[in-house]
């Protein structure tokens, strides 16, 4: 009898430690698991700016106002820029580029100057009636 439970109490003993092992595994694969879903998601969201947020007001990327696709409000956020200046920025769309505020006069240099960094132009998508004119 004595030595059944000598036998059983070592067996415990191997048991133990060797369970607590497989816990503490299971937590740290299961927390790499949900790092690593958190990462996925985080890359597939800057992968789909690139891809499909050409159009987006702000570029997902970059953080830059897209003066494409901008709201009157989104464009009000700028440095310098009112109600009439977004206004004529939505009116003579699209742009190839930002410097195009300068040269087609939408902006003075003053403004161009504070808004420069904080603005992109992505190339507009061709609507259909752009597509059937070709």
Known sequence: MKNFLSILLALAFVALPASAQSSQ???SKSS????GSSTKAAAKDVGSATKSGTLAATDKVTGK???NSASK???MKLDGV??????????NRPYKTKRDLLTR???NQS???KITDKIIAHAAKPTAASAKAK
């Open 65 to 67: 106002i897209d003066i």
């Open 32 to 35: 790499m698991q949900s790092a």
């Open 25 to 27: 595994g299971d937590q």
């Open 105 to 107: 006069k939408i902006v």
């Open 82 to 91: 009112g109600e009439a200046i977004s206004a004529k920025i939505i009116a």
């Open 111 to 113: 403004t161009y100057d």
């Open 73 to 75: 409000d989104d464009l």
